[in-house]
C-alpha cells in the first residue's frame, strides 16, 4: 500500500524569496516520487522525478526536490519564486516500474501563492 | 509537435445525456490515462489502457465506459449512470518497455459541467 501527504493545503510566499512545498509518502517498497505542478484550468506537467537513482534531484524552473528515505520525505523547493510559479503542486507516489503496472497515488496539492 | 490533445476544453451536458471525451496522442505511447479531478482533491484514476483492445477499470470506474481501437486514440464516454460528473477530466499517456510503465505524460483537460 502507498500513501503520499502534503502538509500545507496553501502556501504563500514573496516574489524571491524561497519556496517550500512539504511532502511526506508512505509505502512498502522503494517508490518512485513525482512533482507535477497545474495552472489554472491546464493539465498537469511534470516538474521533477525520483527513481532511486541521485537523492538530490532537479526539475524544471529551479525547482528541485530531495529524496530522504530516513523521513519518508520529498520536499519540493525553489531558492528564488517567481510570479509564473503560482500555480498547484502535485505531489505524487508509484510503485517501483519493476513491479509491472504502477498506480499512481496523488497527494490534495498545495496552492502556492507569489506576492510582488 | 508531439504531445496529447483532449477535445473539447469545455463541455455541458443536460442531465440524462451520454457524452464522449476526446483524447488523442502522438507520443507513441502504449499506456493511456483517464483521471478524475475534483476541487480540492487529488486525481481519481477512472480507466486506464496499457496496449491497444485492452483497459482496466481504476477506482471510480462505475459510470464511465472508454474504448481503446487505435493506439493513438482512447475516448472516454460520461454515460447518464454517473451520479456527479461535473469535473475536469485529464487524460494521461506513459511508454511502457517490456510491460512497465514510465513516467505518464498529462493533456491540457476537458472541463465537463452538467446543466
Known amino acids: 500500500a502507498q500513501s503520499v501527504t502534503q502538509l500545507d493545503s496553501h502556501v504563500s510566499v514573496s516574489e524571491g524569496t524561497p519556496v517550500l512545498l512539504r511532502c511526506n509518502y508512505s509505502s512498502s517498497y522503494s517508490p518512485s516520487l513525482f512533482w507535477y505542478v497545474q495552472h489554472p484550468n491546464k493539465g498537469l506537467q511534470l516538474l521533477l522525478k525520483?527513481?532511486?537513482?541521485?537523492?538530490l534531484v532537479k526539475g524544471i524552473n529551479g525547482f528541485e526536490a530531495e529524496f530522504k528515505k530516513s523521513e519518508t520525505s520529498f520536499h519540493l523547493t525553489k531558492p528564488s519564486a517567481h510570479m509564473s510559479d503560482a500555480a498547484e503542486y502535485f505531489c505524487v507516489v508509484r510503485p517501483p516500474r519493476e513491479t509491472s503496472y504502477g498506480k499512481l497515488t496523488f497527494g490534495q496539492g498545495t496552492i502556492l501563492t507569489v506576492h510582488p | 509537435d508531439g504531445g496529447i490533445t483532449q477535445s473539447p476544453k469545455y463541455l455541458f451536458r443536460k442531465e440524462g445525456q451520454n457524452v464522449t471525451l476526446s483524447c488523442e496522442q502522438n507520443l507513441n505511447h502504449d499506456a493511456m490515462y483517464w483521471y478524475r479531478q475534483d476541487p480540492g482533491q487529488g486525481l481519481r484514476l477512472i480507466y486506464y489502457?496499457?496496449?491497444?483492445?485492452?483497459?482496466q477499470k481504476g477506482d471510480i470506474a462505475e459510470g464511465y465506459s472508454v474504448s481503446r481501437e487505435k493506439k493513438e486514440s482512447f475516448p472516454l464516454t460520461v454515460t447518464s449512470a454517473q451520479k456527479n460528473p461535473t469535473a475536469f477530466y485529464l487524460c494521461a499517456s506513459a511508454v511502457t518497455s517490456g510491460g512497465l510503465e514510465d513516467t505518464q505524460y498529462f493533456g491540457p483537460g476537458t472541463r465537463l459541467t452538467v446543466l
Open positions: 489502457s496499457q496496449i491497444v483492445n485492452d483497459f
Open positions: 525520483y527513481t532511486s537513482a541521485a537523492t
